[in-house]
């Protein structure tokens, strides 16, 4: 079946510009996270969704960066005024229920900020 | 706050050897932890877990163990061939706390 899908795959984009990405989950995952992943660096997590509860915000790293989830299923992270240290490949994935359930990443998108 | 420390950042093997990586997290309440394979160019993609009410795992070439006193599991690859060459991470969390920590990453060159 189809996995993750995310778009769009590279974004290049001015400092100060807004950028939205965009997150397709597996379909009937209830979990989706996105992540942060610097070059040659971990993954860092931003947010989690999980059916209808608040979303856990705790990982995102400033006021700039906000997501919403329509529908329980598409995602869309969006980062205002854009700063070069933005620059990264933003994951997202989505699981059955919980992170202890298997997460499925899809190829991220690769985030440019000039 | 949880944390995850994985080594070594890189490592080389030769064809045909083993090749472990090492993993100690800080939360004592963590009880799954996932590992991750990621190629160039694509998402992290999981190749085998464990939860705390084992203490080692295996699925063909590939082993984890967990050492749940120490807060230490390991990643164990035998008969390394050219395409297991990826990055690898492992990652920590609770159960029904809903995010995993990741390690830093360990880039695995096997060499034919």
């Known amino acids: 079946g189809a996995g993750v899908s995310q778009s769009p795959s590279n974004k290049v984009t001015e400092k100060g510009k807004d950028v939205e990405l965009r997150c397709d989950p597996i379909?009937?995952?209830?979990?989706l996270y996105w992540y942060r992943q610097s070059l040659g660096q971990g993954l860092e997590f931003l947010i989690y969704?999980?059916?209808?509860?608040?979303?856990?915000k705790s990982g995102l790293p400033s006021d700039r960066f906000s997501a919403e989830r329509t529908g329980g299923s598409v995602s869309t992270l969006t980062i205002q005024r854009t700063q070069q240290e933005d620059s990264a490949v933003y994951l997202c994935?989505?699981?059955?229920?919980?992170?202890?359930?298997?997460?499925?990443f899809g190829p991220g998108t690769r985030l440019t900020v000039l | 706050g949880e944390n995850v420390e994985q080594h070594p950042s890189t490592l080389s093997v030769q064809e045909g050897d083993s090749a472990v990586i090492k993993c100690t997290y800080s939360?004592?309440?963590?009880?799954?932890f996932p590992w991750y394979k990621q190629e160039l160019g694509k998402g992290p993609q999981l190749i085998i877990d464990?939860?705390?009410?084992?203490g080692e795992k295996k699925d063909q070439r590939i082993a984890v163990t967990l050492n749940k006193t120490a807060k230490h599991f390991s990643l164990h690859i035998t008969e390394t061939q050219p395409e297991d060459s990826a990055v690898y991470f492992c990652?920590?969390?609770?159960?029904?706390?809903?995010?995993?920590?990741f390690g830093t990453g360990t880039r695995l060159q096997v060499f034919p």
């Open positions: 464990i939860r705390s009410n084992v």
């Open positions: 994935a989505s699981s059955l229920s919980s992170s202890t359930d298997t997460q499925y």
């Open positions: 990652a920590a969390s609770r159960i029904n706390t809903d995010k995993l920590i």
């Open positions: 939360d004592s309440a963590s009880n799954y």
């Open positions: 379909s009937g995952h209830t979990a």
């Open positions: 969704f999980q059916g209808n509860s608040a979303p856990d």
